[in-house]
């Protein structure tokens, strides 16, 4: 039984442009599946989560960090009695906007699109879903529901100042109040963001041998967790240990988000999902307890993953690929796949332009930027 505050596919606001919809899905469960089988979901594998692609099998790639948010956002939702199928379609969709080589990429093509119009990758995750997406006759994109845009958009919360004209070009024709607070389901799917990245870099960063399990050990709420798992199991491996204590831990997040979600929703006692989007406060959190001590736990990915030296190194060096690879399609735009060339001789001025090369690169994979960078430009 769904909660009178989830979103109800029968009362759906419905797709820029209408279609009949399946008799056996209902329309945030065929959202989910159009994104699913889109070829931006696809490149996500190949596309850097913290470590670039190349760097080790065992790493988080987007793909399978897009998936970890998916698992941990269906638990969520299902306790809290949300839709599942629009929960679920907002956490797949929430990446596909990212560059190749992760923040570091999407950092090089905003000072280079700064002249253009900048560059977001929430906003162009809409884009990519209203219009990059070519598979369908009757229209560009994935003519994905109102609630499933709206939660793509306004995950993280009302978007306000200057709109990304990637975001202010589709509201225009399909507006998605952005002005207000997203669904309980898309609040959902960016706290599971969160505790996904949170847990998983942490494995990650001690597979690298960036840092050690007795340096997690110290950190707050980690510290708790080996201490149980020590009691526990005295003795056990360091292998085992860790990956003992790193569970508890992503228990801990979603304890606590479960906790703090049911206290305010019924504190609120919404009867409707509109009464979630003006509540005007984000009513799915981390209790400011566990927020204060993530954050301990954010600085020290921060100094000791995100900055390790061997990351910043590797930032160098694909940020050259991406400040090499803009200038050249801008400048001589017939490099671009023949698919592109309608796209550029409809471009009206550099501007235009500029965003059909930027849609371009930010749709590249780690390994084709690579390559394609080989090709044109040389070096390794």
Not at 68 to 96: C, F, M, P
Not at 291 to 312: C, D, G, H
Request: charged share 25%; with cysteine; hydrophobic share 40%.
């Amino acid at each position: 039984m769904l909660a009178p505050y989830a979103c109800d596919p029968e009362k759906s606001r419905g797709r820029l442009y209408p279609e009949v919809e399946a008799e056996f899905r209902s329309c945030f469960q065929r959202d989910r599946d159009r994104i699913i089988h889109s070829s931006s979901f696809r490149r996500l594998k190949h596309k850097t989560q913290v470590f670039i692609e190349h760097e080790g099998d065992y790493f988080r790639t987007r793909l399978t960090h897009t998936i970890e948010v998916g698992q941990v956002a269906r638990t969520i939702s299902g306790v809290l009695n949300l839709n599942l199928a629009l929960t679920e379609a907002v956490a797949l969709a929430h990446d596909l906007g990212h560059t190749p080589f992760g923040h570091t990429g999407e950092d090089a093509l905003g000072a280079l699109m700064a002249p253009y119009g900048g560059f977001d990758h929430n906003a162009q995750a809409i884009r990519i879903v209203t219009r990059l997406e070519r598979h369908y006759a009757e229209f560009d994109g994935l003519n994905l529901t109102w609630e499933t845009l709206e939660g793509i958009a306004k995950h993280n919360g009302p978007v306000t100042g200057p709109l990304p004209y990637a975001l202010e070009e589709y509201d225009k024709v399909h507006d998605l109040e952005l002005y207000t607070h997203a669904s309980a389901e898309a609040q959902v799917a960016a706290i599971s963001d969160d505790i996904a990245y949170n847990n998983h870099d942490l494995h990650d960063g001690l597979r690298a041998e960036l840092f050690s399990t007795d340096e997690l050990a110290e950190l707050p709420l980690l510290d708790h967790c080996f201490a149980e798992v020590d009691r526990i199991y005295p003795g056990l491996n360091y292998y085992r240990r860790r990956h003992e204590a790193l569970r508890r831990f992503f228990g801990i997040l979603v304890s606590d988000v479960l906790a703090v979600g049911k206290a305010r929703l019924a504190e609120l006692d919404p009867q409707s999902p509109q009464d979630i989007r003006l509540a005007g406060r984000t009513l799915i959190q981390f209790s400011p307890d566990i927020w204060e001590q993530l954050k301990v736990i954010r600085n020290f990915l921060f100094t000791r993953m995100y900055r390790a030296p061997s990351v910043v190194e590797m930032r160098k060096v694909v940020t050259a690929m991406v400040h090499d690879l803009f200038p050249l399609f801008l400048t001589n735009p017939e490099l671009l796949p023949k698919q592109w060339r309608k796209d550029v001789a409809d471009a009206k001025d550099e501007t235009e332009l500029a965003r059909i090369v930027s849609d371009y690169i930010s749709g590249m994979t780690d390994r084709f930027a690579m390559q394609e960078h080989a090709r044109l430009i040389g070096g390794d």
